[in-house]
């Protein structure tokens, strides 16, 4: 079976409610989904998430190869735009062609891939995150307790900007989740809003009132002196790499002691995980995937044996995705139809877009004022 081309699809998210972070909120509560179709000579086609920009770029590395050699072909992308670099925009790519080699490879042994990389449990260990910055009290309540239902007992809250409203927001999550557990897990996200005084002063405060499981990505994603000087100020772990694109790039915070937890982004690629996770797994560190749509690298989390939990974002699906899993008992239970267990109908999908995560005020734009606050800001929530 040889590689014969790539189609490119867009669906939509309708999360049902404002999601967002510290830097920004899409109010209108949907975002996009990019699709990309991998198609073969034999009739299957691979399915690859996530933003793939630069795929006219990188898809001659694969052209006419057999997709089976999955992890070869990732390093002869990675080869091919030497030069250029591979980071940003063009990993977003060589990430969605390697997600959709795996969902092939998988597919072609008639099996999930789970079952592929050789995971023996189906389930994989979760905790909730609901995007929850841009929600009021009430409703951000009744979004965790929608996961308490659900059998979650950890939960990781959106924060960065005000202290006070930080705190009361861990301590109410952690309330209703003690429905499930004596001791919730409770982590917090800034998402780099912080400098690394601020993050040790923040910390000193929230840990006199709450045990904080972990605080991730205090500061910029680069900085680790900052991230080590804070993991040794305080009690709870530093987690972050989320941002981080390909394995070069988790060096320094391995070799400064940055990094307690070693999350890596679902859109980056399940190639990327593994290796990053193995990395992870030699310095005795445990890792964690941060959430996506589908949950496509919960695959990769359930073959590893450093997995802490993964982030599940949502209960629902995007437009036009039907995905073979089910999320309940505070985890994520994978199914057994082929590859990613993701099917594509087309005539639903159509080709969706809208504004999404890189609108005006959305998340994925840094404000001006991030590290750089002297007093707290009062998030705005949506209307």
């Known amino acids: 079976m040889k590689i014969t081309g790539y189609r490119s699809l867009t669906t939509v998210h309708d ?30 086609t691979g ?7 630069d795929i006219a770029r990188v898809f001659p590395a694969v052209e006419g190869q ?6 070869a072909l990732y390093d002869s992308m990675l080869a091919h735009v030497f ?7 063009t990993y977003g790519a060589i990430a969605a062609v390697d997600m959709a ?10 099996e999930p891939l789970w079952r592929t990389l050789g995971a023996l449990d189906r389930f994989v260990p979760g905790y909730a995150s609901g995007l929850c910055y841009g929600l009021e009290d009430e409703a951000f309540a009744a979004h965790y307790q929608t996961w308490a239902d659900h059998g979650f007992s950890s939960a990781k809250i959106k924060g960065g900007k005000d202290l006070d409203r930080d705190i009361a927001r861990l301590l109410a999550a952690r309330d209703i989740l003690s429905a499930n557990s004596d001791r919730p897990a409770m982590m917090l996200d800034v998402n780099e809003a912080w400098n690394v005084k601020q993050a040790v002063r923040h910390l000193a405060e929230i ?9 991730e990505e205090p500061v910029r994603r680069w900085d680790a002196a900052g991230h080590a000087a804070i993991s040794r100020a305080c009690r709870a772990a530093v987690a972050t790499g989320e941002n981080l694109t390909g394995l070069d790039q988790f060096a320094p915070l391995f070799d400064a002691g940055a990094v307690d937890v070693v999350q890596a982004g679902s859109v980056w690629g399940i190639t990327h995980f593994l290796r990053v996770a193995i990395a992870a797994h030699s ?21 590893l044996p450093n997995m802490i939990g993964i982030e599940v974002q949502d209960l629902n699906w995007p437009v036009g995705l039907s995905v073979d899993q089910q999320i309940g008992d505070g985890g994520i239970r994978l199914g057994d139809a082929p590859g990613l267990g993701i099917v594509v109908d ?17 998340p994925h734009r840094r404000p001006r004022q991030a590290g750089l606050r002297l007093v707290p800001e009062r998030p705005l929530v949506a209307e």
């Open 346 to 362: 087309e005539a639903v999908i159509g080709n969706g877009s809208g504004a999404g995560w890189s609108s005006e005020g959305g």
């Open 207 to 215: 840990e006199r009132q709450i045990d904080l499981t972990w605080i």
């Open 83 to 89: 030069k250029s670099g591979h980071a940003g925009a």
């Open 15 to 44: 999360w049902g409610r404002p999601v967002g972070d510290v830097n920004g909120i899409v109010k209108t509560g949907v975002t996009e989904v990019p699709i990309l179709l991998i198609e073969t000579d034999g009739g299957l």
């Open 66 to 71: 057999d997709p089976r050699a999955v992890t």
């Open 283 to 303: 310095r005795n560190l445990p890792v964690s995937p941060v959430g996506y749509d589908a949950n496509p690298i919960a695959h990769a989390a359930a073959a």
């Open 47 to 53: 399915v690859g998430l996530g933003q793939h920009a």
């Open 101 to 110: 080699l795996w969902d092939l490879k998988a597919k072609m042994a008639d």
